[in-house]
């Protein structure tokens, strides 16, 4: 199985075998242009290159015979763009962290509709109707001559296999599609001619998106006619690369930012929380999620600032040496993990990084200790939003960059008083979305018993009971300390628009 990851900086191919073995990865990198502040774009071009020379790098490393290739499938961001008949981009690609439609997200929200009620009833500048809606109005030519609206994955799909279908994991995610299209939604703001350039036939994660067709075939290596996969976005795939589809089990998705994810059973609503998306990974099941905007990040600046003396290729074990002589607590130092605002819970783009308690005896491996326990503190409060509404979680499944730092992990699981389980395939998205191939190659009849023979656990990181009590009173310092600040992110907030 192909599973191919085309993340925001270049595109990943893993070959895996039916057991979720890693065969081979390689690697392409592409570029995003910065035209504006606040934009950000790709040209879907270099997308299909690097799909190219990666799945063709990559079964030239593993020795395989291309011929034994059943299956692939491509996840993606929700990356937009408008094509002609032909498909031929006539935009290049917005981006997922693109903000150039903020006023339209804004009208977007103010309709109130109903529809809403699955994001939290504020609709994210991010998101791809507040882009649609600004290429209506900005871009009339383009968007008279367009025939086609669709999304990174829409286009990489129809590029292998000839046929326009959406993935219904990023339609009930980031489209707000609950069994169609939101058509009073699109109405309210003028986008009832969007509805007929999306595509018509949508479809679930890990059923069959179409076949290879021979001119892809050919260009890739491969046999013409396998199966093409429907995936999702990256953390939605990263579920089933570490097999947490079922309620009781959080999927916590590390890197530069972190994704909590979880299952329900049941639908539920909460406004600091994303969601819930029906059927968006599991049928019959709702999706949840969470996020923290700056975690690695956070790391990886305060590294930068005070680690270049260490070696890169030991910054990191250097980090977890230095921070865990600091012990627990970090001598009295409180850390909020905003950098980049909070995403959840608390919804506050104001809010920013703060430290306080410092005294001269604090150094480098205080300051880290601090933004361990700070990220973790984040990710608790998540926790409990989410067991507030009935979402507990039993176990946690970790992947992702963060993983590299065992400390990290630790505390995590000391604040949470829940184990934490790593799997055996650091790139969980690649081998989630060869998962999604096995169940569209017929292989498994379902996601679920695809992911229960295909990952496999490593390690399990126990809580230690006795920091309890100090993590505690440390949990309650950080959320004290963002009530107290929060009318002062605010005041700055207002001072800097003003």
Same mark, same amino acid.
């Given at each position: 199985?192909?599973?191919?990851?085309?993340?925001?900086?270049?595109?990943?191919?893993?070959?895996?075998?039916?057991?979720?073995?890693?065969?081979?990865?390689?690697?392409?990198?592409?570029?995003?242009?910065?035209?504006?502040?606040?934009?950000?774009?790709?040209?879907?071009?270099?997308?299909?290159?690097?799909?190219?020379?990666?799945?063709?790098?990559?079964?030239?490393?593993?020795?395989?015979?291309?011929?034994?290739?059943?299956?692939?499938?491509?996840?993606?961001?929700?990356?937009?763009?408008?094509?002609?008949?032909?498909?031929?981009?006539?935009?290049?690609?917005?981006?997922?962290?693109?903000?150039?439609?903020?006023?339209?997200?804004?009208?977007?929200?103010?309709?109130?509709?109903?529809?809403?009620?699955?994001?939290?009833?504020?609709?994210?500048?991010?998101?791809?109707?507040?882009?649609?809606?600004?290429?209506?109005?900005?871009?009339?030519?383009?968007?008279?001559?367009?025939?086609?609206?669709?999304?990174?994955?829409?286009?990489?799909?129809?590029?292998?296999?000839?046929?326009?279908?959406?993935?219904?994991?990023?339609?009930?995610?980031?489209?707000?599609?609950?069994?169609?299209?939101?058509?009073?939604?699109?109405?309210?703001?003028?986008?009832?001619?969007?509805?007929?350039?999306?595509?018509?036939?949508?479809?679930?994660?890990?059923?069959?998106?179409?076949?290879?067709?021979?001119?892809?075939?050919?260009?890739?290596?491969?046999?013409?006619?396998?199966?093409?996969?429907?995936?999702?976005?990256?953390?939605?795939?990263?579920?089933?690369?570490?097999?947490?589809?079922?309620?009781?089990?959080?999927?916590?998705?590390?890197?530069?930012?972190?994704?909590?994810?979880?299952?329900?059973?049941?639908?539920?609503?909460?406004?600091?929380?994303?969601?819930?998306?029906?059927?968006?990974?599991?049928?019959?099941?709702?999706?949840?999620?969470?996020?923290?905007?700056?975690?690695?990040?956070?790391?990886?600046?305060?590294?930068?600032?005070?680690?270049?003396?260490?070696?890169?290729?030991?910054?990191?074990?250097?980090?977890?040496?230095?921070?865990?002589?600091?012990?627990?607590?970090?001598?009295?130092?409180?850390?909020?993990?905003?950098?980049?605002?909070?995403?959840?819970?608390?919804?506050?783009?104001?809010?920013? =990084?703060?430290?306080?308690? %410092? #005294? !001269?005896?604090?150094? @480098?491996?205080? &300051?880290?200790? $601090?933004?361990?326990?700070?990220? *973790?503190?984040?990710?608790?409060?998540?926790?409990?939003?989410?067991?507030?509404?009935?979402?507990?979680?039993?176990?946690?499944?970790?992947?992702?960059?963060?993983?590299?730092?065992?400390?990290?992990?630790?505390?995590?699981?000391?604040?949470? =008083?829940?184990?934490?389980? %790593? #799997? !055996?395939?650091?790139? @969980?998205?690649? &081998?989630?979305? $060869?998962?999604?191939?096995?169940? *569209?190659?017929?292989?498994?009849?379902?996601?679920?018993?695809?992911?229960?023979?295909?990952?496999?656990?490593?390690?399990?990181?126990?809580?230690?009971?006795?920091?309890?009590?100090?993590?505690?009173?440390?949990?309650?310092?950080?959320?004290?300390?963002?009530?107290?600040?929060?009318?002062?992110?605010?005041?700055?907030?207002?001072?800097?628009?003003?």
């Amino acid at each position: 199985m192909l599973g191919i990851d085309a993340g925001t900086g270049g595109l990943r191919a893993g070959l895996f075998d039916l057991r979720g073995a890693v065969l081979g990865i390689a690697d392409r990198d592409y570029v995003t242009a910065y035209p504006q502040p606040g934009w950000a774009e790709q040209t879907p071009e270099d997308w299909w290159t690097a799909l190219v020379g990666a799945i063709r790098a990559v079964v030239a490393q593993s020795g395989i015979d291309a011929q034994r290739i059943i299956g692939l499938a491509v996840d993606a961001p929700c990356d937009i763009l408008l094509a002609d008949s032909a498909g031929t981009p006539l935009t290049n690609a917005l981006m997922w962290m693109d903000l150039r439609g903020a006023e339209q997200a804004r009208r977007l929200t103010d309709t109130g509709a109903a529809v809403l009620r699955y994001c939290g009833g504020v609709v994210p500048a991010e998101w791809p109707l507040p882009k649609t809606l600004w290429l209506k109005e900005r871009e009339p030519a383009l968007w008279s001559r367009a025939e086609r609206l669709v999304e990174q994955m829409t286009w990489l799909t129809w590029r292998l296999t000839n046929e326009w279908v959406s993935p219904l994991n990023s339609a009930a995610a980031k489209w707000h599609y609950r069994g169609g299209w939101p058509a009073d939604l699109m109405h309210e703001v003028g986008l009832d001619d969007a509805l007929e350039k999306l595509p018509r036939t949508v479809v679930p994660m890990g059923e069959r998106g179409g076949n290879l067709s021979a001119k892809a075939a050919q260009l890739l290596g491969l046999r013409p006619g396998i199966a093409v996969a429907m995936t999702g976005i990256d953390a939605h795939v990263g579920m089933a690369g570490i097999d947490v589809l079922a309620p009781g089990s959080l999927a916590l998705i590390t890197g530069t930012s972190t994704c909590q994810m979880a299952q329900s059973r049941d639908a539920v609503f909460d406004e600091g929380l994303w969601g819930p998306f029906e059927d968006a990974v599991v049928g019959g099941e709702w999706t949840i999620e969470a996020g923290q905007a700056s975690t690695g990040g956070t790391v990886r600046w305060l590294l930068d600032l005070v680690g270049g003396r260490w070696p890169a290729d030991e910054r990191y074990a250097r980090a977890d040496e230095a921070a865990a002589a600091a012990g627990p607590g970090a001598e009295g130092l409180t850390l909020l993990d905003f950098w980049q605002g909070s995403r959840t819970p608390v919804r506050d783009p104001a809010a920013r =990084g703060t430290l306080w308690g %410092l #005294t !001269t005896s604090h150094g @480098a491996g205080h &300051l880290l200790r $601090a933004v361990y326990e700070g990220t *973790a503190y984040g990710n608790r409060r998540i926790l409990d939003a989410l067991a507030r509404k009935g979402v507990p979680t039993q176990r946690i499944v970790a992947c992702g960059g963060g993983v590299r730092s065992r400390l990290w992990l630790q505390v995590l699981a000391d604040v949470a =008083g829940i184990p934490i389980e %790593l #799997t !055996t395939v650091d790139d @969980a998205v690649a &081998l989630g979305s $060869a998962i999604c191939a096995a169940v *569209a190659a017929g292989v498994f009849p379902n996601l679920q018993t695809a992911a229960a023979a295909m990952v496999h656990r490593a390690d399990r990181i126990e809580p230690n009971t006795a920091l309890r009590g100090a993590y505690d009173e440390g949990y309650a310092l950080y959320v004290d300390t963002y009530a107290a600040l929060a009318p002062l992110f605010e005041r700055r907030a207002r001072g800097a628009a003003g």
